[in-house]
């Protein structure tokens, strides 16, 4: 089984921070990248507000300043992570990246409204660090001019980016969650939040790359590299984002479409005698489930097509069929009534790919290949 370390690539690696909570924190090294091109452009901006400012001191200035964005975000998701525990969701992990942060859930029943408050407690979190930190220029404390002043000028404008950046209305930002939790509660159903989500999310990217694009064409001051590139970073993920949300709730759709009694094959059970030219005859290669049980009655073995499509005919007379069958054990067993959501994870748990269709008395009335729910899912 491969390690973590080997199902990742050098540049999006996960490094272990410690916990918070009992959630892992990880930062991945895509952070890295994005981290000394915001260096480079806090530095210019160091040396335009406070001139005179040494080139190595307005460097070491924006790794701070890096560092403080990096705090603002791993705080964002460290919220997303407590509300979504006090509401009973099981959180897996933190990961700070190039694009951001992102924290990782399971739960198996989630509502509408608890997807809505666990979506809009990062975005608030940040405005309300923005205040903490302004708060004592609301007090009357003046702040010294100089770089700590710009420091603390720097993090609250930060944060106040972060928190109204993520509340825009589409997937795949904190938004984009708030607007499918509220088309998902007044609609009844996820799927549908999730694509409306996703089209404004995709509508919402499209418009500030035309934006960037009428900017740049009437700027009259030179636009350095470090700034596409920043707003690159900043919209392709959008994009990318809304396109791969849109496709996710359609086929979430599709699944809520699907009932095990809809896609149920045949069950042909063979004697442990019987042969492979028995199994064809009794549709193995067409929807038929071809299952035979093991001559001691205590293995039930499934004859999958793909190993006799590679046989030659004139040898399935001959051939037992008990020497192409493979453990169907491990088979999961669904009502007729099972939902899609049910089905297809069934379907892709079992490793010969069948779930055994049972009635209201447990006896079994068919089966569905996995085949069947992957057209299903493909829409064909």
């Known amino acids: 089984m491969p390690t973590e370390r080997a199902t990742h690539p050098w ?29 480079i452009a806090v530095a210019v901006v160091v040396q335009d507000w406070l001139p005179g400012t040494s080139t190595p001191v307005a460097i070491l200035m924006g790794l701070l300043q890096t560092l403080a964005l990096m705090f603002s975000v791993l705080i964002h998701e460290v919220a997303h992570a407590l509300v979504a525990k006090a509401l009973g969701w099981k959180t897996t992990g933190i990961e700070v990246t190039l694009w951001g942060g992102h924290t990782s859930f399971t739960t198996t029943n989630p509502k509408a409204s608890q997807s809505f408050l666990v979506s809009i407690v990062g975005p608030l979190t940040n405005l309300a660090l923005a205040a903490v930190i302004y708060s004592p220029v609301w007090f009357g404390v003046d702040l010294p001019e100089g770089p700590l002043r710009f420091f603390i000028l720097m993090t609250v404008v930060a944060n106040l980016a972060i928190g109204v950046f993520n509340l825009l209305p589409g997937l795949p930002l904190d938004g984009g969650r708030v607007v499918e939790s509220i088309v998902w509660g007044l609609a009844g159903r996820q799927p549908i939040g999730t694509i409306v989500a996703g089209w404004l999310g995709g509508i919402l990217a499209l418009a500030a790359g035309v934006g960037v694009v009428v900017f740049l064409l009437r700027a009259e001051q030179r636009v350095t590299f470090v700034t596409l590139l920043m707003l690159l970073v900043m919209i392709v993920p959008l994009l990318d984002g809304a396109i791969k949300s849109v496709r996710i709730g359609r086929l979430r759709l599709r699944i809520e479409g699907m009932q095990a009694g809809h896609l149920v094959s045949p069950v042909v059970r063979l004697a442990p005698h019987a042969s492979v030219a028995d199994a064809v005859e009794a549709g193995v290669f067409e929807d038929t489930v071809v299952v035979v049980l093991s001559p001691d009655g205590t293995r039930l073995l499934r004859v999958r097509p793909e190993p006799l499509r590679r046989m030659a005919p004139a040898v399935y007379a001959g051939t037992p069929v008990m020497h192409v069958a493979v453990d169907a054990m491990d088979a999961h067993v669904v009502s007729a009534e099972a939902d899609g959501d049910i089905l297809a994870r069934a379907a892709l748990d079992s490793e010969t790919g069948t779930v055994l269709v049972v009635d209201s008395r447990q006896r079994c009335i068919g089966a569905v290949r996995r085949e069947s729910v992957v057209k299903a899912l493909e829409g064909r």
């Not at 690696?13 to 990248?33: A, E």
């Open 11 to 39: 540049y999006n690696r996960p490094l272990p921070l410690g916990s918070i909570g009992g959630v892992p924190v990880s930062l991945s090294t895509s952070w890295f990248f994005v981290a000394v091109v915001l260096a």
